[in-house]
């Protein structure tokens, strides 16, 4: 018989417009988080990590929102290009602690349509 | 400058053989990982090492072995392979930060596993 495979959820956007990418994540007490881009057959990329202390926090074209309240991260992406088409990972971790290790979500895919 | 350098990329293995992944950083970072890929899944740590000589356990250590005799390479083995073992690895690599600014890995391009 036919098998099915897991798919990621999949964002679908227009070129130029505005990309943005969301993540619950699970440990209150993580104080370290982390977003990466995958690109088909590659490794992932760092694109923007954000401490705790902040709730916001800005690089070039992107945007990383920390509401520890609702234990919730997002990834702004503006005026997002077919480069940005990707898979993109959230991870946390409580850096505190001894030789703490990050703990990646599952992943979204990002398409942008031309 | 070459960051983490994975070798081989592609490898078909039956079941039973045996086999180990290199992992290289040019970059004399303390810490080093590795990771499975799977679809849907994430990536999931099998094991890692924090210094030469040391290693520890991840999430899904079952059927590997790791060994990090020089700081530069990180070595995963797998005995006897298994279908479940098909996957996509990941070699990571970070510094020792003594303040923990940041735990940003350095990832290598993968090595894509397939056991029939």
């Known amino acids: 018989g036919e098998s099915v495979g897991l798919h990621l959820p999949t964002l679908s956007v227009q070129e130029g417009d505005n990309s943005i990418i969301n993540c619950a994540y699970s440990n209150s007490a993580s104080d370290y988080f982390i977003w990466y881009k995958q690109e088909s057959g590659k490794g992932p990329q760092f694109i923007i990590d954000?401490?705790?202390?902040?709730d916001k926090r800005q690089g070039q074209r992107v945007t990383v929102l920390l509401n520890k309240t609702v234990k919730h991260l997002s990834l702004q992406i503006a005026a997002t290009q077919p480069g940005d088409s990707a898979v993109y990972f959230c991870a946390e971790s409580l850096s505190s602690r001894a030789n703490s290790k990050l703990t990646f979500g599952k992943g979204i895919t990002l398409s942008v349509r031309p | 400058n070459a960051g983490v350098t994975q070798t081989p990329k592609f490898r078909v293995l039956k079941t039973g053989q045996s086999m180990t992944l290199l992992c290289a950083q040019d970059m004399n970072h303390e810490y080093m990982y590795w990771y499975r890929q799977d679809p849907g899944m994430g990536l999931r740590l099998i094991h890692y090492s924090v210094g030469e000589g040391t290693t520890a356990k991840g999430e899904v250590p079952d059927g590997y072995n790791v060994s990090r005799l020089k700081k530069q390479n990180f070595l995963l083995g797998l005995e006897s392979a298994a279908p479940s073992q098909t996957s996509v690895y990941f070699c990571?690599?970070?510094?020792?930060?003594?303040?923990?600014?940041?735990?940003?890995?350095?990832f290598g391009s993968g090595t894509q596993l397939s056991v029939l």
């Open positions: 954000i401490r705790s202390n902040m």
């Open positions: 990571a690599s970070r510094p020792l930060l003594e303040d923990a600014t940041n735990e940003k890995l350095f």
